[in-house]
């Protein structure tokens, strides 16, 4: 199954979940090593989740604070990128694949572009997630960063208004929220794969 766009699957959990998100064509299953977070993993159920599944690129969700020690972990666990949810000037000096996570708010929106230029050389994909799920009204900032780098929009993305995505905002990818915190808009699995359905390419 072929998807319009890359789809990235965030904080996926449990085998059942993976193997799903796989076979639907998506890009990228995130796993969450945040530790911060009520559903972070350990490295074995990792290995576990990943030792069954193929066709999809492998993501570790860290808090930033360690980056050298996190590209450890990813490398001994054959991960193809890293996500930083925490911005670290210390990666602009480690050597491996990393998706920066920067979330929209009323002090820091007029800074997001200066961030993304000062690390585009540093960095594959840039993750914008807000607070809020309102896209609307964010859509030509959005649009903008969207010329200066990569970016996965991980937030706002509905059924609804997937033609404004694709054809206006025009991202590098989408994100959204998997295991056992769907996100605003994502209240039931059937509405999750309501959105892959009317992602896929028509034969």
Known sequence: MALKIPVKVNSVNNLTDARYCAGMGVSMI?????????????????????????????????????????????????????????????????DFPVIQKLVIDNTKRDNIPTLIKEYSDHVKYFLIECDTDELIGLKSDIK?????????????????NLDVILNEIKPAGISI?????????????????????ALEIED
């Open 30 to 94: 995130g796993f969450n090593f945040d530790t911060r977070a009520n559903n972070s993993l350990h490295i074995q159920k990792v290995l576990e989740i990943s030792g069954w599944i193929s066709g999809v690129e492998k993501v570790g969700e860290f808090e930033g604070i360690t980056p050298e020690e996190d590209v450890a972990i990813a490398r001994r666990i054959e991960l193809d990128y890293i996500q930083f949810n925490t911005l670290n000037s210390r990666i602009k000096q480690i």
């Open 144 to 160: 903008h960063w969207c010329t200066l780098a990569p970016i996965i929009l991980g937030f706002g993305v509905t059924t609804q």
């Open 177 to 197: 929220q998997g295991g056992d915190e769907i996100r605003p808009g994502f209240k039931d699995l059937d509405e999750l794969i309501d959105l892959l359905e």
